[in-house]
C-alpha cells in the first residue's frame, strides 16, 4: 500500500513564504513524476507545479517566479517552497505522485491535503 503524507500548511500573511512537504511511503519501486495540485472550493483542482524524477519542471502560469518545486529521490519526498504569497493562493494543496510499487503496478496516488491560508 502506498501512502503520500503533505506537511507544511498554516496560515501565513500576504507577502509571507511556506514551505510544503510530501512524503510517499510503502511498497514503491520507483516515482516518476510527483506534483502539486490546489483546490478551492467550488472549482476544479489545479495544477500548480510537477517534477520528473530527472529533474524537469513544469509551473502554472499563477505561480511562475514565485513558486519552486523540488525533490529527493532517495528519500521518496518532494517540496514545494512558496514565496510571495497571495491571497488568492489560498487553498487546500494535495500532493500526487505517479509511481511503480514493487508488485509492478503502477498508478496515480494522492495525499490528503494541507491547508494554506493567505491573509489580505
Known amino acids: 500500500q502506498v501512502r503520500l503524507v503533505e506537511s507544511g500548511g498554516g496560515l501565513v500573511q500576504h507577502g509571507g513564504s511556506l514551505r510544503l512537504s510530501c512524503a510517499a511511503s510503502g511498497s514503491i519501486l520507483s516515482i516518476n513524476a510527483m506534483g502539486w495540485y490546489r483546490q478551492t472550493p467550488g472549482k476544479q483542482r489545479e495544477l500548480v507545479a510537477a517534477i520528473t524524477s530527472g529533474g524537469t519542471t513544469n509551473y502554472a502560469d499563477s505561480v511562475k517566479g514565485r513558486f519552486t518545486i523540488s525533490r529527493d529521490n532517495t528519500k521518496n519526498m518532494a517540496f514545494l517552497q512558496m514565496n510571495s504569497l497571495k491571497p488568492e493562493d489560498t487553498a487546500v494543496y494535495y500532493c500526487?505522485?505517479?509511481?511503480?510499487?514493487?508488485?509492478?503496478?503502477?498508478?496515480?496516488?494522492w495525499g490528503q491535503g494541507t491547508q494554506v491560508t493567505v491573509s489580505s
Open positions: 500526487n505522485a505517479h509511481l511503480m510499487q514493487r508488485n509492478a503496478n503502477t498508478g496515480y496516488y
